[in-house]
Structures are given as structure tokens and as C-alpha cells.
């Protein structure tokens, strides 16, 4: 069954330490790949996304994201963190033919310490 | 540009009371979702319409309905509310190729 796995349901770092949040998905084929942040009580909005290509993508606010086929995984990184980015992180695929659908992981609640 | 609008943000109902929540998009994207976002449990997929005039079922539709009225409405309706649908509510939209979900604010609904 297709699937979307997260396996960190909450990590804590230190401000300006680095941080890797791991994404692996069950699939046959390469879907598209999505990593989206939310605030407390806000919506969901794009980190960043890939489709085809350079396996390291760029997003905003500093995060990267690299595509590994052979593991099945879509890793979130940032070099050093910042106590805004404090939020819940969630990875999302688009597995192909399925209309569009995104299929969310159960997400990764990021805490940073002063 | 406004993007996916829901209303309301807020709702308290009473357990058997109905309700309809609205979505509206105007970045004339053809395919609207509605999710919803529990704890523990990301965001499931209540019900999709990949174009004006088709709606599916998602992962969780049981005790939901939806509209597509036009292409920029797509409504979600409580028929008979149960606690168990206290959840937030989120509405998105795509447009055709791009994958590029843009989600609303959220409706948080508590089913007392």
C-alpha cells in the first residue's frame, strides 16, 4: 500500500545547531515530494517540493531537502536553526495517478531550545 | 489575491446538529480538497473534486457530504455532527499539473 511515514513524531535541537527531519514513503514508482511547515494555529504552507532533477532541492526560510531513490526518502535539513522555525513539519507525497491526491505523513513537531 | 477562503474559523455544535463549511478559491485552480488534521494523525483526506462537477470520496468520508458548486466553491457538509468529527478543518485547491496545494487557514470544529 502506498504510504507516507515519519518516523520522528517529535524532536527537539538547540538554536543555531543543525537539524534533519526524516521522511520515508512505500511506492513502486518516484512520486512527487512535498515538505510543508504550520505554526501553531495557522495553515500549511510550502517549504518545498520536488518532481524530477537535482535530488537536492532549495526551499525557503534555509531548508533543503534531497531525494534518494534507493532509500525511499525525502529528508528535510537545515544548517542551523532558528527559534522561529519551532512548528510542526509535515512530508506529503503525490503518489502518480492518484488525481492529485496528497497523502500526508503524520508529522514532526520541531521544538528549539534557547 | 485571497487564495483558499474558509469560513467560519471557529464552530462549537451540538451532537445530531448539521452545519456546512465553505471553501472559495480564486486562483481558478480546477481540483478542491477537504482534509481534516487530528493529532497524532496528519492531515486525512475527507473528499476531492478534481474538477468542477465531479467530487470523490477520500481516505475518511463516512458522515460527510460535499458540493462543488461552481469552480471556485466547494462546501463540506455536517449532516448529522458527531463528536468524533471534532477535528480541524482544511480546505485546498491545485491547479491542473503543478501539484502546488494551497491550503486555507482552517476551520476548527468541536462537536459537543
Known amino acids: 500500500a502506498q504510504s507516507v511515514t515519519q518516523p520522528d513524531i517529535h524532536i527537539t535541537v538547540s538554536e543555531g545547531a543543525s537539524l534533519e527531519l526524516r521522511c520515508n514513503y512505500s511506492y513502486g514508482a518516484t512520486p512527487y515530494l512535498f515538505w510543508y511547515v504550520q505554526s501553531p494555529g495557522q495553515g500549511l504552507q510550502l517549504l518545498l517540493k520536488?518532481?524530477?532533477?537535482?535530488?537536492l532541492v532549495q526551499g525557503i526560510k534555509g531548508f533543503e531537502a534531497e531525494f534518494k531513490r534507493s532509500q525511499s526518502s525525502f529528508n528535510l535539513r537545515k544548517p542551523s536553526v532558528h527559534w522561529s522555525d519551532a512548528a510542526e513539519y509535515f512530508c506529503a507525497v503525490v503518489f502518480t495517478g492518484t488525481a492529485s491526491k496528497l497523502t500526508f505523513g503524520t508529522g514532526t513537531r520541531l521544538q528549539v531550545t534557547l | 489575491n485571497a487564495g483558499v477562503t474558509q469560513t467560519p474559523k471557529f464552530q462549537v455544535l451540538k451532537t445530531g446538529q448539521s452545519m456546512t463549511l465553505q471553501c472559495a478559491q480564486d486562483?481558478?485552480?480546477?481540483?478542491m480538497y477537504w482534509y481534516r488534521q487530528d493529532p497524532g494523525m496528519g492531515l486525512r483526506l475527507i473528499y476531492y473534486s478534481a474538477s468542477e462537477g465531479t467530487t470523490d470520496k477520500g481516505e475518511v468520508p463516512n458522515g460527510y457530504n460535499v458540493s462543488r458548486l461552481n469552480k471556485r466553491e466547494f462546501s463540506l457538509r455536517l449532516e448529522s455532527a458527531a463528536p468524533s468529527q471534532t477535528s480541524v478543518y482544511f480546505c485546498a485547491s491545485s491547479g491542473q499539473g503543478t501539484y502546488g496545494y494551497t491550503f486555507g487557514s482552517g476551520t476548527r470544529l468541536t462537536v459537543v
Open positions: 486562483m481558478n485552480h480546477n481540483s
Open positions: 520536488y518532481f524530477s532533477g537535482d535530488t
